[in-house]
Structures are given as structure tokens and as C-alpha cells.
């Protein structure tokens, strides 16, 4: 167990919907990123926050917005959804902002679009 | 459930066996490598790691060799255990800082019992 907790496990909606996906870090992580993968793109990054702030941002669709709260949890949008966004979601945290830091990934949300 | 895609290179060792998985990485001004293991229906879990200053550390029964001539990275298993089966992605840092892990396409270890 990574101490990374997301919800829900898993989520089956339709196209044009919008759900949100919500990850927990480890207690005393600052940062959070976000990871979507596919079956035919791998790992790829989407986005880091680090104490509140956006740090820094990989391939995310404008369709797709993260934030991070005060309490430093963190919540994936998911908009305008297409059947090419159903993938695993997975948040990671790390103690500070820095991505040679260990990155411990949650178990993930798997998003099946139909 | 399964964690990643069905095309994914596929190695098969028997238990007890070391095992050896390879990772050719993209970009040559790359300066730090990750290895992780994802089993199924987990997030990937970090193994080793190593900075581009050095060819060579080891863990607990693994290793990872870097070859930057060739932009090679290697991973050993050594008396690979049923428990080893999993998907192991190489993962590249350009330059250190704030850009982030570019993860490979991964490689499915399956043990032999």
C-alpha cells in the first residue's frame, strides 16, 4: 500500500459527460501529479500541482482541468468526455516539488466511456 | 484486472532464473532513470533508480545498468520469484528539473513456476 488513495476504483459513463476523480497523497506529500494510461499510448504525464499551485503541466486536453485543495487533495476533471479518454487514471505525491523525488502512485481510476 | 496495453514485448523466465529487461531510452541529455514495477491491477511501484553520472547500482536482488553510449538501460532480476511477474516501464528526467518523467512502453515479466 502506497498511502496514495484514489476514488472511485472504477467509473463507467457516456460520451459528452463529466466526471471528476479525486486522489489523496501520502500525508506530508506537497505534490500531487496525474498520470493517464492507455492502452496505446503507455504512461503518459497530465499534469503536477505542488502545495496548491500547478508546477507543471504535460499533455493534457484543454477538455481536462486538475486543482489541488488546501488540504492538499487533489481533483481530476474529466469534461466533453470521448470514448479515447476511457484509460487507468493514476495519481501519484511526492514530499516536495521536485520529480527526482520517489513518486508513489495510488491504485488508480479506471474510466471506461461509452 | 490488467493494468496496461496487450502488445506489450513479453519476457518468460523461470523461477529462480535471473532476468533481464532492457529499456532504450529517447533522449541522450536524459540525466536520471527510474525503474517501476506495476502489477495487475496496481499503481506502478518504484524499484531503483540511477543518475546518468554512473553505469551501475544495485539493490536488493536488483540492478540496473546504464549505458549511455547507446542510450541502453537495463534491469536485473536476480533468483526472479513468481512475485516478480509484473510490467516493468523504464522512466527518463531530461536535465533534471522541473520536466517531467517520460515513462517507456514497458516490458511484461512472466515467471515460470
Not at chain 1, 44 to 71: M, T, V
Not at chain 1, 75 to 85: A, F, K, V, Y
Not at chain 2, 57 to 64: D, E, H, I, P, Y
Request: proline content about 4%.
Amino acid at each position: 500500500d502506497s498511502g496514495v488513495t484514489q476514488t472511485p476504483k472504477h467509473l463507467i459513463t457516456a460520451t459528452g459527460q463529466r466526471v471528476t476523480l479525486r486522489c489523496s497523497p501520502r500525508s506530508g506529500d506537497l505534490s500531487v501529479y496525474w498520470y493517464q494510461q492507455s492502452l496505446d499510448q503507455g504512461l503518459q504525464f497530465l499534469i503536477q500541482y505542488y502545495n496548491g499551485e500547478e508546477r507543471a503541466k504535460g499533455n493534457i486536453l484543454e477538455r481536462f482541468s486538475a486543482q489541488q485543495f488546501p488540504d492538499l487533495h487533489s481533483e481530476l476533471n474529466l469534461s466533453s468526455l470521448e470514448l479515447g479518454d476511457s484509460a487507468l487514471y493514476f495519481c501519484a505525491s511526492s514530499p516536495r516539488a521536485w520529480v527526482e523525488e520517489t513518486q508513489y502512485f495510488g491504485p488508480g481510476t479506471r474510466l471506461l466511456v461509452l | 484486472g490488467e493494468s496496461v496495453g496487450l502488445h506489450l514485448p513479453t519476457l518468460s523466465v523461470q523461477e529462480g532464473d535471473n532476468s533481464i529487461i532492457n529499456c532504450a531510452y529517447s533522449n541522450s541529455a536524459s540525466d536520471y532513470f527510474i525503474w517501476y514495477k506495476q502489477e495487475s491491477g496496481k499503481g506502478p511501484q518504484f524499484i531503483i533508480d540511477i543518475r546518468s553520472n554512473m553505469d551501475k547500482r544495485q539493490g536488493q536482488r536488483v540492478t540496473v545498468l546504464l549505458n549511455k553510449t547507446v542510450k541502453h538501460l537495463s534491469l536485473q532480476i536476480a533468483a526472479t520469484q513468481p512475485g516478480d511477474s509484473a510490467v516493468y516501464f523504464c522512466a527518463e528526467i531530461l536535465n533534471s528539473g522541473n520536466t517531467p518523467l517520460v515513462f517507456g512502453k514497458g516490458t511484461r515479466l512472466s515467471v515460470i513456476a
